[in-house]
């Protein structure tokens, strides 16, 4: 079984309403969409395309490559599926294995007992074939099999990440409340920053989108952060394959000549915490850290920058009603000190969004964990609208 060099389908998963950013990320790439959906997209290479997709990808949260599609009704019928699988062909005999699963069945009532199933059709094919067998655990350290499996239709996939793709590697400290590197990521691709104009991120907090801006600058790719990925223990792998995209991402990053990026937070504690995430991402020189009130920012006198503020959102009563005057702050400091930039404010709380008192002229849904979220664009003209238009 050639899985490194024969295609099949291969499916990207990625958050909810990431998909958009995912499929900016792929396309690329190189790579030539089939599907998309909300949380991912579908498309068909090999395994070692799967390699140049972990490295790369900003926005996505695992690579999964097809091995066998079946109607399933029940859990034997699953172990009988999965039986016939070259599977001494795809894990070393002595080596070590992790099965992760989405299962949506009357017959199932835990993941687990349909993770159980996989593994022993997996065990008991090599221990017949081989007279050995992988050791198994829920450490995704090694190879990794994934099952989808809903009402009658079943699929299993070689899992080629292993651990998410979505976070990225450099945040050693993450902070209060911090925000999804892959989020991070997909939030700024979905803005209308040119990658050269300032970028300028108040309450920076754990410093993620700050330090996700300057790797987007710098073509800087989360490969270059990560050692490990499930694919890397499928039998058949060739190291040469990975050493050679590896170094494409050392030869493709871009060195700016006079980028901008500013980072700020009232909290000198959590501009610590960013300068060592930035240390690790390798970005910290590219980036102005500023120990303030978000109102004292400093804001680069060029047009075209972009501001971008995540805000706690209010979890409880009294918090709510403190970042009423918040929020109220931000509308006028975006409209009294930004001028010539577009502005973002990411939220989870559209009730606090209103005390901005400036009218979006986009709203781009997002969801952080289980919060429904929004960012809100505002277009921060120099002049008012009617003066840009007025002729000379």
Known sequence: MQVFTTPSRIIITCHKWLSPALQKDVTELGFSIVRSFQTGVELHGTLNDCIRLNLNLRCASQVMYSLKA?????????YNHLLPIEWEQLIVPDGYFSVTSNVFHPTIQTNLFANLRVKDAVVDRMRN??????????ELTG????????????????????????????????????????????????????????????????????????LIATNR???????NYAFMHVKGYDHAVYKHERQKLE??????DSIKIIASDISAPAISTSRMNAAAAGVEELISFEVCDFEKTTIPEEENGVIMFNPEYGERLGDEIELNAVYARMGDFLKNKCKGYTGYVFT????????VRLKPSRRIEFFNATIDCRLLEYEL????????????
């Not at 079946?70 to 699953?78: A, H, M, R, S, V």
């Not at 108040?202 to 801006?213: D, R, V």
């Not at 003209?381 to 000379?392: A, C, I, L, V």
């Open 143 to 214: 190879a990794v099999v994934y099952l989808f499996w809903k009402h009658e239709e079943a699929e299993v996939f070689l899992d080629t990440s292993g651990e998410t793709l979505a976070k990225h590697g450099y945040r050693k400290l993450p902070g209060k409340a911090p925000m999804l590197e892959a989020l991070a990521a997909a939030t700024i691709l979905s803005t209308k920053w040119n990658h050269q104009a300032p970028f300028v991120n108040p309450m920076c907090g754990s410093g993620t989108l700050a330090i996700e801006a300057a």
């Open 129 to 138: 074939k081989t007279g050995k067998r992988p050791s198994t655990g829920s």
């Open 381 to 392: 003209y120099s002049g008012t609208k009617r003066e840009d238009k007025q002729p000379t």
């Open 221 to 227: 790719r989360p490969g270059l952060m990560r050692s």
């Open 348 to 355: 989870g709380n559209l009730d606090l969004a209103k005390k």
């Open 251 to 256: 030869e493709q990053i871009l060195q700016p």
């Open 70 to 78: 079946f109607t399933c009704n029940d859990p034997d019928e699953l």
